[in-house]
């Protein structure tokens, strides 16, 4: 963390220039680990979400209806929070009805639930302000301390995206994160222990979401500007790439994942729906070739190694 705290200071230092779209990146990328790891973590519980992007979007619309729209709030970090409760809420709902579905319906769902937010924040100026969405979202108190916007945000964002690794990572190693584990593997099993399984599955949904949301502000507050538009179908499917992409055994693997496809994504925004070829071809190269993603490359390469080695040595005694 400490290197990527002087990050901002070592391109500044060497490439000036270059700062506001390494920054920009940089943010996208610490946000995403963040989502990324979100979905992870119910991925253990056997959670396949396609509708992440669908939390984010309710953070970030109750930051700015809340702090920009309407002026309820005056603490932008309070309207973070109201963001991130926001979609727990709707998370506890949801979830609640759907953890017992397995995982294609369960993805069905959560899909069908992120779609459909879409024609109904276009259809209601009020509160979210129809197709136009919400604009003059303000950055949060503090942000003045830095020379540059793009700066603030970066801490902002390396924060969020620390905060969310070692909430993760204690939650998984934890008593919940190992039962949550298990119920992934062998949902029936863990109920025959006598433990309920649903309570578990909805928690690590509803913390997902509450970490998300959170997430969604901060976004929102770095456009300054959100609408139905900024967040579509490739929002979740992004954060479910980030997984297969670096892999979902471990948590390094989303983390992987976020940083390749976040900088990928700078340059697929153009082509379009051009992306859903780029993305097909990805998902058939890593299920096929890949399947346990970036992270098991080293592994991977070994092991062919091995092999290589071993016929050679066979064919030199034969």
């Known amino acids: ?130 197709a136009m969405g919400i604009i003059d979202i303000p950055g949060p108190e503090g942000l003045s301390l830095f020379s540059e916007t793009w700066t603030g945000y970066y801490y902002i964002a390396l924060v969020y995206g620390f905060a969310v690794l070692w909430i993760v990572w204690r939650l998984a190693g934890s008593k919940i994160g190992l039962i949550n584990k298990s119920i992934g593997q062998n949902d029936t099993l863990v109920t025959f222990c006598g433990l309920h399984v649903r309570k578990y599955k909805v928690m690590v949904f509803v913390v997902g979401c509450f970490i998300t949301g959170i997430g969604g502000g901060i976004l929102a507050s770095y456009l300054s500007a959100i609408s139905p538009e900024t967040f579509t179908f490739f929002t979740s499917l992004d954060i479910i790439m980030f997984n297969l992409i670096g892999g979902m055994g471990t948590m390094a693997g989303p983390i992987v994942g976020a940083v390749i496809l976040s900088g990928l994504n700078e340059y697929l925004f153009a082509v379009g729906y051009w992306r859903m070829v780029v993305y097909g071809l990805i998902i058939i190269f890593f299920i096929t070739l890949l399947p346990g993603g970036m992270v098991s490359l080293p592994a991977v390469v070994r092991a062919r190694f091995s092999r290589k080695v071993e016929k050679q040595e066979a064919a030199h005694h034969g």
């Open 1 to 130: 963390m400490a290197l990527l705290a002087l990050f901002p200071l070592l391109v500044k230092l060497v490439a000036p220039e270059m700062w506001e779209l390494t920054a920009h990146i940089g943010i996208k990328i610490l946000l995403n680990v963040g989502f990324g790891l979100c979905l992870w973590l119910m991925l253990q519980a056997g959670e396949l979400s396609l509708g992440q992007g669908g939390f984010i979007t309710i953070g970030a619309y109750t930051t700015g209806i809340l702090v920009a729209k309407y002026k309820l709030i005056s603490i932008v970090w309070l309207g973070y929070l109201a963001g991130a409760v926001a979609a727990a809420i709707l998370a506890l709902m949801l979830g609640y009805l759907i953890v017992h579905l397995k995982r294609i319906f369960f993805l069905l769902v959560t899909w069908s639930f992120a779609e459909m937010l879409h024609p109904v924040l276009t259809s209601f100026d009020h509160p979210f302000g129809g």
